[in-house]
Nanobody, 127 residues
């Protein structure tokens, strides 16, 4: 049973930084890219970023390009999302998820579906 557990959420002032982590366990995730999604109150879930299962290719939503960085640490089955220059509109519950791709070299940050999900972590950006 694949399991994903997020951590690192919290409250920060505008312009601040947070680092989210997603630890995977319970199975091999070959051909599964790891995605970060977010959902703000009253809004639809949106893709934020993803990293492919091979070669670590990444993709970002336009709203976070240049501010967020996704990275993979294979030694401890962790994918991190470094979030800098945070804005109030980044406030949301952030979810880590694993999504299957037939091509292990790609992922698409605009994708909104996934096969395995974490429980989510709250990020609040407010002064």
């Amino acid at each position: 049973q694949v399991r994903l557990v997020e951590s690192g959420g919290g409250s920060v002032q505008p312009g601040g930084s947070l680092r989210l982590s997603c630890v995977t366990s319970g199975g091999t995730l070959n051909f599964y890219a790891i995605h970060w999604f977010r959902q703000a109150p009253g809004k639809e879930r949106e893709g934020v970023s993803c990293i492919s299962s091979s070669d670590g290719n990444t993709d970002y939503a336009d709203s976070v390009k240049g501010r967020f960085t996704i990275s993979r640490h294979n030694a401890n089955n962790t994918v991190s999302l470094q979030m800098n220059s945070l804005k109030p509109e980044d406030t949301a519950v952030y979810y880590c998820a694993a999504a299957y791709y037939t091509d292990s070299l790609i992922c698409d940050a605009d994708r909104v579906s996934a096969d395995y999900w974490g429980q989510g972590t709250q990020v609040t950006v407010s002064s």
